[in-house]
């Protein structure tokens, strides 16, 4: 199986996002209040991976999937969520490709309506 670092081209980086912080304020249920804040903007290479439409709370919402990978950025966690010009990408896995701290593969999701 090639590894990814063997076929990476730095030229597919071609987009930029914002790699954002959930906020840290706490509202009087628990519950997080405040902005979104940004951590680092990078490029970035945006791969859909699948897409599907679920029922929830008895409304439909579209939920895709996507791999996003960037260089390696310090501090990356699966709180976060990677702005993608007017879209939101939640980051669920954080991937540090073979430990070397060259690239970070982020598997996300994207609720849609």
């Not at 706490?26 to 979104?36: I, L, P, S």
């Not at 929830?56 to 895709?64: C, E, G, K, L």
């Not at 390696?72 to 990408?89: H, N, S, W």
Request: glycine share 8%; charged share 25%; net charge neutral.
């Amino acid at each position: 199986m090639p590894k990814i670092l063997d076929k990476f081209v730095t030229g597919s980086l071609r987009h930029r996002v914002t790699i954002q912080e959930p906020p840290t304020g706490t509202g009087t249920r628990g519950e997080r209040t405040g902005d979104w804040s940004d951590l680092a903007t990078v490029r970035a290479h945006i791969e859909q991976l699948s897409g599907d439409e679920l029922i929830q709370a008895h409304q439909q919402v579209a939920n895709a999937s996507h791999r996003v990978t960037i260089r390696y950025t310090a501090g990356v966690t699966p709180e976060q969520r990677v702005k993608f010009g007017d879209r939101y990408l939640y980051v669920g896995a954080v991937n540090n490709v073979d430990e070397l701290n060259r690239l970070i593969v982020l598997t996300c999701r994207e609720e849609v309506g």
